[in-house]
């Protein structure tokens, strides 16, 4: 294992009707690859499952390919996470998947300014205080009532791991997978 490893995340956002990266998205591609870049970081890390029935593959995968092709992020340096359906999932099976399986002891979170104080404090509490954890924003294209739609979100996320304590990933998984509406009904094992 690499000492002191160190990744950057890119948290998704969506495809356009074309299959094309939203303009978040890019953006936040292009800031996650500069910190790969500038941070001299191990590995980018890409989110985001299959959302809609016609893709052939995963955002996580799309996103990879963007890196690849636009910024020249070998292909072995980049991991995808595609078990993620959103912020709350993509702090889990980051912190499951990659974190622990790599002993990644920093991480740089890149998201949108919009979305930054929610991925803030889902990221704090699911994956706790065994990482160092940085924020980047972008500048994003919010949509009208988003701060409404970011608000309900948090409330949602409080209420989900009432009772659990930060970083206890047994007591967050067991909520996750028994009272989250995108994650309650799918098999553990086979995301893993």
């Known amino acids: 294992f690499i000492e002191n490893m160190k990744i950057v ?3 998704s956002h969506e495809l356009k009707s074309d299959g094309s990266l939203s303009v978040d998205s890019r953006k936040r591609m292009t800031r996650s690859c500069e910190i790969f870049e500038g941070d001299n970081c ?20 799309i996103m990879a390919e963007f890196a690849m092709n636009n910024h020249m992020i070998p292909k072995e340096r980049i991991l995808c996470e595609s078990a993620a359906k959103d912020t709350i999932g993509e702090a889990f099976f980051i912190n499951e998947n990659i974190i622990k399986k790599y002993r990644v002891s920093h991480v740089n979170v890149v998201t949108s300014d919009w979305h930054i104080q929610r991925a803030r404090e889902i990221f704090d509490f699911i994956l706790g205080k065994g990482v160092i954890i940085q924020y980047f924003e972008t500048l994003g294209q919010p ?50």
């Open 9 to 11: 995340i890119c948290l």
């Open 42 to 61: 191990d590995f980018l890390v890409t989110t985001g499952w299959r959302y809609r029935p016609e893709l052939l593959k995963s955002l996580a995968q």
């Open 143 to 192: 949509k009208i009532n988003m701060q409404k739609k970011e608000e309900k979100s948090i409330q949602e996320f409080r209420k989900l791991i009432s009772g659990c304590k930060i970083g206890d990933n047994i007591c967050i998984s067991d909520r996750i997978f028994k009272y989250h509406n995108l994650y309650k009904d799918t098999d553990q094992n086979a995301i893993k």
